[in-house]
């Protein structure tokens, strides 16, 4: 497929997606610059701190991904609906909207990074609530955004000629995707009270939302792919909702633990907050067992590794690593420890980076024509990327296990335990191989946009029939 041919929704879809990676990049600047400071703490004293460069990593994570699923979703809503997305000017005018806020808001984070404990902080420099730091203008140029992309996904809906069961899931996940978000302008000065609204915002907005959002794009590209049945992903989605809804809402209840919430929420949240990512992991086991029916032949091979790894490691980081970490007995002592962190890059890379990696793969597929997608970088790419990540886990799971017996069961919990915890062999064991990691999973990135950016090997038609995984 040529840029010519390509529609104006397609190409908009582009744009997306190379500023997803381009942000995915400078996630990982940042993500190592904070890996450094647990390494060399006195590194950019005065300069550059600890605490922005953290900023910097989880908030470009948020809109990177974001960036993702918006562009998976105009690469493949006219497909789906066999319809043109309508108003896409609006949608061309609000991308480059997005680009400006998202530059002017890290140009803020890096050049003034303070402010006086004022409204006027609020609303120009920082909001001071994790994941939605950015100052309160900027948040209302995400809803703007969001506002939009939900107008152009709704009007493209009704002015089709039919409306399938992944546009129904997805037309409706746009409502709680935007209401929840409003959850980032208040600012209660009780904090308790503050607290729990705001896990409303980053577990149904970041996690809840976002997972039946994912799991629309992973629909869409199984059929894409590897040729999955309507009926079996739709029958996935709709299970995911469900749960969502359910068990989704009342698993929520995990982050109560310890903010002054009745003691009743111990066992609703400890329960039900290992229950959400299964849907997604049973869709593409169903699905990798329908085509293992028809000698799971596939055309893009690099696309149906990320997506197995994304239900995979979704499973895995979301829900075992969640459900260890998360039943009260244990958050006791894992609370706020480097155990929480890495349960949070296990689950963000298994349940979103993966899913997006796989639309990336598709769309090169797409726009390069090439009938079978292999080679070896995508593969030196799959494996840095994975071992670079699986790496940083166990070393934070390390040192959070550290933190967790030496400064809160024997410790106590006191800001000299901390110290203690803080300087043990196993703690510091952990960061410095948490950035060795880290700078592995760079080198995965490096090969994966080199990739994306090459020409495909092309092959010849009868090996591409004949081609099978």
Known sequence: MDRSEMSRSQKLALRYLTAAVTLFGVMIVFGLLAAAYYVYPSLLYNVFNFNNAKILHIDVLVIWLLMGFLGAVYWYLPKELEHEIEGMWLAELTFWVFCAVVAVVALVF???QYGPATEWTLWFINQGRKYVEAPRWASIGVVIVMGVFAYNVVATCTRARRMTGITWVLALDLIPLIVVYLDAFPSDPNMSRDLYWWWWLVHMWVESTWEVLIGCVMALVLMDVMGTSRKIVETWLYIEVMLVLGAGILGLGHHYFWIGTPKYWLSIGGFFSALEPLPLLGMVVHAVYDAGMHRLKTG??????WITTEAFLNFIGAGIWGFMMTLPQ???????????????????????????????????QKTSGTEF???????????????????????????GMAQAFIGRAEGGSTLMAFTVASENPWFVSGMYARLAFGVIFALGYATLVYDLLSAPRRLPSLQVRAEAI
Request: with cysteine; glycine share 12%.
């Open 373 to 399: 997608l292999d080679g070896r970088a995508w593969k030196w790419g799959y494996g840095l990327l994975n071992f670079g990540m699986v790496g940083m886990v166990m070393a934070l799971l390390l040192a």
């Open 110 to 112: 890096i050049f003034v």
């Open 300 to 305: 893009n091979r690099p696309a149906f590794y």
């Open 330 to 364: 244990i958050n006791m002592y894992s609370h706020g420890t480097q155990w929480t962190v890495s349960h949070g890059h296990f689950a963000f890379y298994g349940a979103y980076v993966c899913g997006v990696i796989a639309v990336l793969y598709v769309v090169k």
